[in-house]
């Protein structure tokens, strides 16, 4: 297998490069830690924040970014499939998640999962407008398989599908069998959710294991088996300041290829600890 090196992944070919690492806010409890972990994050360079319109997270996100300054924080944002049923609804909404964010543009702007009652064509054509009225730079796609990920692009006129967000993680590998081999021929980034299991992955004796080989934690192994593959990044979340530290203790380093391939053969928790 090729390993990437690089701790910077261009975003689709755009040229332009984000942190392997961001960081997710789903499920966000307390909000107060979670200003905090942002900040660090940001301050080691994890500056890659994934956020949704149902997530409830835009404005906090939006508070940090500020603070900041917009160019040092490139922001996703997602809107809701039930949006895309016509050109006008979607630009109100995309045009509310930039007032709850608090910013003139958002960075990329995703469909969150696919609307059933609606064509792929329609709805890309309609997230095209999105940034053509300048609400974004980027457009892209969360939790697409690859014929809806081929017809997105197929239906592109102006912009490029630069990212498609889906789970992936060292023990979900679904994605390795069809999607992520067709983002790597056709340049799409992606962005992989849940990478941690919601820390389950600290139960598979593979990536203990190598955490002990390697003097990481096995959260640090789980983050670079995926940031190890081309066009992967991983937005891992945490409202804890210590767990922004070890996320960047993944960087700067890569397994070896044969303990790669032997994730890819068998990293699994027991199936007590899954939910």
């Given at each position: 297998?090729?390993?990437?090196?690089?701790?910077?992944?261009?975003?689709?070919?755009?040229?332009?490069?984000?942190?392997?690492?961001?960081?997710?806010?789903?499920?966000?409890?307390?909000?107060?830690?979670?200003?905090?972990?942002?900040?660090?994050?940001?301050?080691?360079?994890?500056?890659?924040?994934?956020?949704?319109?149902?997530?409830?997270?835009?404005?906090?996100?939006?508070?940090?970014?500020?603070?900041?300054?917009?160019?040092?924080v490139?922001?996703?944002?997602?809107?809701?499939?039930?949006?895309?049923?016509?050109?006008?609804?979607?630009?109100?909404?995309?045009?509310e998640?930039?007032?709850?964010?608090?910013?003139?543009?958002?960075?990329?702007?995703l469909?969150?999962?696919?609307?059933?009652?609606?064509?792929?064509?329609?709805?890309?054509?309609?997230?095209?407008?999105v940034?053509?009225?300048?609400?974004?730079?980027?457009?892209?796609?969360?939790?697409?398989?690859?014929?809806?990920?081929?017809?997105?692009?197929?239906?592109?006129?102006?912009?490029?599908?630069?990212?498609?967000?889906?789970?992936?993680?060292?023990?979900?590998?679904?994605?390795?069998?069809?999607?992520?081999p067709?983002?790597?021929?056709?340049?799409?980034?992606?962005?992989?959710?849940?990478?941690?299991?919601?820390?389950?992955?600290?139960?598979?004796?593979?990536?203990?294991?190598?955490?002990?080989?390697?003097?990481?934690?096995?959260?640090?192994?789980?983050?670079?088996?995926?940031?190890?593959?081309?066009?992967v990044?991983?937005?891992?979340?945490?409202?804890?300041?210590?767990?922004?530290?070890?996320?960047?203790?993944?960087?700067?380093?890569?397994?070896?290829?044969?303990?790669?391939?032997?994730?890819?053969?068998?990293?699994?928790?027991?199936?007590?600890?899954?939910?």
């Open positions: 297998m090729i390993v990437d090196l690089d701790d910077r992944k261009e975003l689709g070919r755009t040229g332009e490069r984000v942190a392997a690492i961001g960081i997710g806010t789903w499920g966000i409890r307390d909000k107060e830690s979670a200003r905090k972990a942002l900040r660090r994050a940001i301050e080691l360079g994890l500056n890659q924040i994934d956020t949704a319109e149902m997530y409830s997270t835009e404005g906090l996100v939006g508070e940090v970014v500020r603070e900041f300054g917009r160019d040092e490139f922001v996703t944002t997602k809107l809701l499939p039930k949006h895309f049923k016509s050109e006008d609804s979607v630009i109100k909404a995309a045009r998640s930039l007032r709850r964010l608090g910013l003139d543009k958002a960075d990329l702007i469909i969150h999962w696919p609307n059933e009652g609606v064509s792929i064509k329609e709805q890309i054509r309609y997230l095209e407008r940034a053509e009225v300048g609400i974004c730079r980027h457009i892209g796609v969360s939790n697409f398989d690859v014929r809806e990920l081929e017809e997105a692009i197929s239906s592109t006129r102006r912009f490029e599908i630069v990212v498609n967000q889906v789970k992936y993680s060292p023990i979900d590998r679904r994605v390795e069998k069809d999607l992520l067709f983002c790597i021929e056709h340049g799409i980034t992606i962005q992989a959710y849940t990478p941690l299991e919601g820390g389950n992955v600290t139960k598979s004796k593979i990536l203990r294991d190598l955490a002990v080989k390697y003097g990481k934690t096995p959260v640090q192994i789980a983050l670079n088996y995926l940031i190890s593959h081309e066009r990044t991983a937005i891992p979340k945490t409202e804890r300041v210590e767990r922004v530290e070890e996320f960047r203790g993944a960087l700067g380093w890569r397994l070896e290829v044969e303990d790669l391939l032997a994730i890819h053969r068998g990293a699994r928790v027991p199936s007590e600890y899954l939910y």
